[in-house]
C-alpha cells in the first residue's frame, strides 16, 4: 500500500532546502515605496484626492515606459547574442516573442497614455 519511495539523495536536498533555502532563489531586492504619501488637503479633499490618485497612475505608467524603454535593448542584445551563439529556434522565437508583447504594451500604453510615454513609440516600430 506504499508509494514510491524517493531516494535518499532527494530526502537529503529537500531537507537542506527547508533549512537553509534553495541556493538557486535570487536575493530580494530591497522593498522600494516610491509614493508620495497624499498631504492632509488632499485627504480632506474628494477632488484633491482623485487628482493625487491621477498623478500616482501617471508615475507609474512613466516608470513602465522607462523600464521597458530600457529594457527592449537589452531583449534585443540578448537575442543578437542568442543567434550568433546558435541557440535553438524555439528560444529565439520565445525572445523575440517577448521582444514584441514588449513593444506592443508600451505602444498600447503610449496611445492611452501619452503624457506617460514621452518619446518611446515613436522610436520603434517594428
Partial sequence: A?????????VRALRESM?????R????APP????????AAELADPALYQQYEQRQKQNV???????VDQRIPKLEAMIAKGRAEGISEAQLAE???????????R???AA???SADGASAEEEQD
Avoid: C, I, V, W
Fill in 2 to 10: 506504499a508509494g514510491p519511495m524517493p531516494s535518499p539523495q532527494a
Fill in 19 to 23: 533549512r537553509h533555502g534553495d541556493p
Fill in 25 to 28: 532563489t535570487p536575493p530580494l
Fill in 32 to 39: 522600494t515605496d516610491l509614493r508620495e504619501p497624499p498631504s
Fill in 61 to 67: 505608467y512613466a516608470s513602465f515606459a522607462s523600464a
Fill in 95 to 105: 525572445g523575440e516573442a517577448k521582444l514584441a508583447k514588449l513593444r506592443e504594451q
Fill in 107 to 109: 505602444n498600447q500604453l
Fill in 112 to 114: 492611452q497614455q501619452p
